[in-house]
């Protein structure tokens, strides 16, 4: 990782690298009787600056915990204009290095403006362990910057005395014995938040909302830190499985990397113009059994649109929260990719940050041979599920042919001229519009009662059809929408023909 050094003109700070190093902040070694060293640090970040500033921080040795304050201005800015936001992590002694997780001592974005570490404990979102002498470094990351720049103040404090008690970290246990049935559907919310990052839910409420949702499993998703991961222990009941994520969120998107192991950390330090750091982190992804979501692609925040290489991606995230504009977008580019020939797997998550936020809203119905996280992962990467707005929706879908039968993320092999039979039945989503779409588009179409449930079936022959998908929706949108015609139930393809 490249260093720069700053220009200091008049307390302006300038720099045109993507990574920029501050002037050190040394402390003095302590005296018998110190408690206690702060040390304030100002500046200004220019409109034209680095993605990411490190502060280093000399630290000595006898410092048992290490505090942070820092604040910004928020000037005014014309309509139109972005206005100033800046992120804050901490990184140890053991160096800022990209991919470095043994340096890797947390991150709180945006989301809170001090943290403090100790051996024993930490602000979520930051990882507790010793506080080693060494140069740790503050890591500032000017999100958006207004034209008359971000004038920012940083205060370090450091604590002297014996470290506390080893932290011990206590994952969430890896089996749900309550809701184990060996190979069936599970429904499962993969994109989820909570203090230990920018989310106002605690781990317990999040907990406690899926399974009122009625959900199998949940992936903890945090922004940009495994923190979350290290407690979920604490939390776990029989009747819910607890998977390890990360939302990584770069400057060109957002990834969450689901199904990790615990104690997982992804970097996010760089951007789309940076196509070997990404898939190097993808394949580290890979390499230890989790997937690569493509998040919300068409969300309308700097930074949040996904504009990295889908082909390195496993799932593609088409429906993420109530639906809306971007959803519809989402899933209209997803089509476009099936049309060409690259299929990525579809999954819908609720991206719950806050008590208002509906978990499971919408979330993936996957068949899995368990409810473990590896068979939950395979089901998903091979796209053997289908979405919905909530776990009172169920369909079935099947493709059929001389006495074979696909279901949804399979190939029902027939030759050209070998008429298939199509259906798909919906349960639980009155006063909808269940919809066959092929390649070509919508082929058949039927209203779902206020009962809720409807079977409707379509007979069409590989000569004309390369895939087949089911949607639900409902005209009126309704109040899990912002739009018309808003998702209720949509399926991966299955696909026809011997190719």
Sequence with gaps: MS????????????????????PEVAFAEPGADTTTQTRTVTGTFPLSISDW?????????GVNQIDVVYSYDRPAVPPGTRGNACDIGMFGPEGIQLGNQNGFRGWSGGFRDRFSISASEATPGYVPGPIKAGTWHVILG??????????????????????????????????????QRGKAWYRGDSHLHT????????????????????LDFITSTEHNTQSAQLHWGNYATDDLLILNGEEVTTRSGHWPAIGLPAGTWVDWRYRASDPKDFRKFVNDVHDVGGLVTAAHPFANCFGCTYEYAYELAD??????????????????????????????PAIGNSDAHNPDHI??????????????????????????????????????????????????GERLRASTGTPVTVEVTVKGAPDTTVVINDQLGPERSAT?????????????????????RAEVRRTSGGPNSTTPNAMVAMTNPIFIGDE
């Design 359 to 408: 978990v499971a809203l919408p979330h993936t119905v996957v068949l899995a041979d368990s409810l473990a996280r590896t068979d939950l992962m395979a089901g998903l990467k091979a796209g053997r599920s289908y979405l919905a707005e909530s776990t009172a929706v169920s369909l079935a879908f099947t493709a059929r042919a001389e006495g074979r039968e696909a279901g949804i």
């Design 448 to 468: 779902v009662p206020a009962s809720g449930e409807a079977t409707l079936t379509w007979t069409t022959y590989p000569r004309y059809t390369r895939w087949v």
């Design 53 to 61: 500033f490190y502060l280093p921080v000399k630290v000595p040795q």
């Design 315 to 344: 799932l593609v995230e088409v429906w993420n929260g109530p639906w809306d504009r971007a959803d519809e977008a989402s899933v209209t580019h997803w089509d476009g990719l099936l049309r060409g020939g690259q299929w990525i």
């Design 195 to 214: 203090v230990h990052s920018d989310g106002r839910r605690t781990p317990d409420q999040l907990v406690a909302a899926a399974r009122a949702a009625g």
């Design 3 to 22: 260093r720069r050094n700053l220009l200091r003109a008049g307390g302006v700070l300038t720099a045109g690298a993507a990574v920029t190093m501050l």
């Design 142 to 179: 000017p999100y958006t910057v207004a034209p008359q720049g971000l004038n920012y103040k940083v205060d370090i404090t450091l604590s002297f005395g014996p470290q506390g008690k080893a932290f011990e970290p206590n994952p969430a246990p890896t089996s749900a014995l309550a809701k």
